[in-house]
């Protein structure tokens, strides 16, 4: 192995190839192939017949000239193409080379690797073997020590059962003596517990017969205060009825009352109504005869008086837009039943929405006041004070308009 070592190791020739040589032995070559061309074709000239012709003469001269130039530029080529070949051939050998020198190192370097590896385990191997050894010796160290330590062991067990077996004898002797007398002692102690038991059964039955005395005493007590209670409930319940009643009572005369005011404020606003009709009636009467006196007026006076009775009826229709609204708010009012507890910062929204005629389609919260009671007595105050009949005698655009309006609920108003 330390051959193979010294061998892989040795130094090797890894510099770059010399092409400086072979070169000029290849221009030395063309060199002297072209010499020798020049010199031996001239030379083959006399094997022809001669001619007298010098115009002749000078002519195999240029041809033959040519032909020497041709073959030597030939012969150059071939012997730069064998140079290259060879050069080529020159490469690939050392190449091979290279490459078998590296093939046989890696061999070598393989080699000594798995030598190694088999020593190593070699070594791995006997250190295992004597691990194992002495393992196995230890282990029967231990088995015999563990072995003498049991025989003493058993040994010191039946002497100490030995002594246990006489003391146990000595202690059952102790024990039949003491029994006996615990048997005199128990016989004299039972005789002193049956005396002392009929003594507690004869206590015990005195104080069961107090004792259902005093329950018979608390059950009559209880039952008179029974009794009592529901006397007093059936007191209490009934002056509630009598309450309730007072107060159901107040509240029909109420409703009664607010019915009375609300028809009474109905007849008030027909009457102002149809009053308000006749008004209109004989304004518009009045208007006709005012247009028809003014008919014969130029078209500037006609102009300017059609533009005063569209300013005129949109006045009316805002008036009796806002009679309508303040009829429509004072009925919800006096409809309205605050419920009680009612703090003065609530307030609530409801959008209304009527038919043709006056008639409630449908009242919903659009904005709640946080208060479910206060809430619902907005609701009732509108359905209650519905219908609004008075929505018919608005023009046609306005009852369009007031189809659909909204009221604001406070405490001390409606909005």
């Known amino acids: 192995?330390?051959?193979?070592?010294?061998?892989?190791?040795a130094p090797r020739d890894s510099g770059p190839v010399g092409y400086g040589l072979p070169t000029l032995l290849a221009v030395g070559l063309h060199v002297l192939v072209v010499v020798l061309s020049l010199v031996t074709l001239p030379q083959r000239q006399p094997d022809e017949p001669l001619s007298d012709s010098i115009v002749q003469a000078?002519?195999?001269?240029?041809?033959?000239?040519?032909?020497?130039?041709?073959?030597a530029e030939e012969a150059r080529a071939r012997a730069a193409a064998r140079q290259a070949e060879e050069e080529a051939?020159?490469?690939?050998e050392a190449r091979q080379a290279e490459a078998e020198e590296q093939a046989r190192a890696e061999a070598e370097r393989q080699a000594e690797q798995e030598q190694a590896e088999q020593e190593q385990a070699a070594r791995e191997e006997e250190a295992r073997r004597l691990q194992e050894a002495r393992e196995e010796a230890e282990a029967e160290a231990q088995r015999r020590a563990e072995e003498a330590e049991r025989q003493a062991r058993l040994r010191e067990e039946q002497e100490a059962e030995r002594q246990r077996q006489q003391e146990a004898a000595a202690e059952a002797e102790r024990q039949r003596e003491l029994e006996a007398q615990q048997r005199a002692e128990?016989?004299?102690?039972?005789?002193?517990?049956?005396?002392?038991?009929r003594r507690r059964e004869e206590e015990e039955?005195?104080?069961?017969?107090?004792?259902?005395?005093?329950?018979?005493?608390?059950e009559e007590e209880a039952q008179r205060q029974r009794e009592a209670e529901e006397q007093r409930r059936r007191e209490e319940e009934e002056a509630q009825r009598q309450r309730e009643a007072e107060e159901q009572r107040?509240?029909?005369?109420?409703?009664?009352?607010?019915?009375?005011?609300?028809?009474?404020?109905?007849?008030?606003?027909?009457?102002?109504?149809?009053?308000?009709?006749?008004?209109?009636?004989?304004?518009?009467?009045?208007?006709?005869?005012?247009r028809a006196a003014e008919a014969a007026a130029d078209g500037l006076d006609r102009a300017i008086e059609g533009e005063s009775d569209a300013v005129a009826n949109a006045r009316q229709a805002q008036e009796a837009a806002n009679s309508f609204i303040n009829l429509v708010r004072r009925a919800v009012e006096q409809a309205w039943v605050l419920?009680?507890?009612?703090?003065?910062?609530?307030?609530?929204t409801v959008q209304v929405q009527l038919g043709p005629s006056g008639e409630l389609f449908g009242a919903t919260i659009t904005q709640s006041s946080g208060d479910n009671s206060f809430d619902r007595s907005a609701l009732q105050a509108v359905e209650a004070a519905a219908p609004f009949g008075e929505l018919?005698?608005?023009?046609?655009?306005?009852?369009?308009?007031?189809?659909q309006f909204n009221l604001r609920f406070t405490p001390g108003d409606v909005r």
């Open 186 to 197: 128990e016989e004299a102690r039972r005789q002193q517990e049956a005396e002392e038991q």
């Open 58 to 71: 000078t002519l195999v001269s240029t041809e033959t000239t040519t032909d020497q130039a041709q073959r």
């Open 339 to 348: 419920p009680p507890g009612a703090s003065g910062g609530l307030a609530a």
């Open 392 to 403: 018919r005698q608005l023009p046609a655009a306005a009852q369009r308009d007031f189809r």
């Open 1 to 9: 192995m330390g051959r193979r070592r010294q061998r892989g190791s």
């Open 250 to 290: 107040r509240r029909e005369e109420e409703e009664a009352q607010r019915q009375r005011e609300a028809e009474e404020q109905r007849r008030r606003e027909e009457e102002e109504a149809q009053r308000q009709r006749d008004a209109e009636e004989q304004r518009r009467r009045e208007e006709e005869a005012r």
């Open 205 to 218: 039955a005195q104080r069961q017969q107090e004792a259902e005395e005093q329950r018979r005493r608390e």
């Open 89 to 92: 051939r020159q490469e690939e």
